[in-house]
């Protein structure tokens, strides 16, 4: 099983911008990965995901604002999150996930907070 750690989150103002990682305890190169997120009262919801040509697709709430990438070498994926908005304050959380064997896993979630 491949564990993953994001990095810290934090407090950010309208219109900044902050850069998570998610660090894999194993290869990542044959797993699709992404970002969820999860807003104050609402069920967790796809933001992103990276398949393993680094074709990637996003929700349309954050089409345009934030960018997925990942290092294969490195066992790291990123996700850069730009003109934040208020309605961007949730946990977020690394994935990964596998077809054949069927395998998917979450990391344990970081908090980001836009706010002024």
């Known amino acids: 099983q491949v564990q993953l750690v994001e990095s810290r989150g934090g407090l950010v103002q309208p219109g900044g911008s902050l850069r998570l990682s998610c660090a894999a305890s194993?290869?990542?190169?044959?797993?699709?990965m992404g970002w969820y997120r999860q807003l104050p009262g609402k069920a967790r919801e796809l933001v992103t995901l990276i398949d393993i040509n680094s074709n990637t697709n996003y929700a349309d709430s954050v089409q345009g604002r934030f960018t997925v990438s990942r290092d294969n070498a490195q066992n790291m994926i990123y996700l850069q999150m730009d003109s934040l908005r208020p309605e961007d304050t949730a946990v977020y959380y690394c994935y990964i996930r596998r077809v054949l064997p069927w395998y998917e896993n979450w990391g344990q979630g970081t908090q980001v907070t836009v706010s002024t």
């Open positions: 194993g290869s990542i190169s044959d797993y699709m």
